[in-house]
């Protein structure tokens, strides 16, 4: 019985070339199901329970932010109004980052959803904290 040479280094680079590729086609498959998705085509009540807001009350805050967010044309990007809806997921269950990437079709990183909460809630707070949030600035104002 003859013994053959085993390459381990060949082996190992081979495996960690079939994990990258592997990768690879993950997330392109997680970006094609992310950009099919429309959370405005959910039924009223499983939208009201995602996000908390009934759906003419979201696309108001939504139109309303929009001016205020960064949309550089970018094929990779997450659209702007699934950072919106994975932000009002966020606010509306208050569950860890990762799980809100995987439900409801939103499909992005737990990167992506930090920064998407980041961003989403600046942008709310930067167009309606002067319309909807008075705080008193002197005594007189708190009476």
Do not use: W
Not at 48 to 55: A, M, P, V
């Amino acid at each position: 019985m003859a013994l053959v040479p085993i390459n381990i280094a060949a082996i190992l680079a081979v495996q960690e070339e079939e994990r990258l590729d592997d990768i690879c086609i993950e997330n392109m498959e997680r970006r094609l199901m992310r950009n099919q998705s429309d959370p405005f085509s959910l039924e009223d009540v499983r939208f009201k329970e995602l996000f908390r807001l009934n759906k003419d009350m979201a696309q108001y805050v939504l139109n309303g932010i929009i001016p205020h967010l960064n949309q550089v044309p970018n094929p990779v990007a997450v659209p702007v109004i699934l950072k919106f809806f994975a932000a009002l997921h966020f606010y509306a269950t208050g569950t860890y980052q990762r799980v809100i990437g995987r439900s409801y079709d939103i499909s992005m990183s737990r990167q992506s959803i930090s920064r998407a909460i980041h961003e989403i809630t600046n942008a709310i707070i930067s167009t309606f904290s002067e319309q909807l949030v008075h705080l008193p600035r002197t005594a007189l104002e708190n009476m």
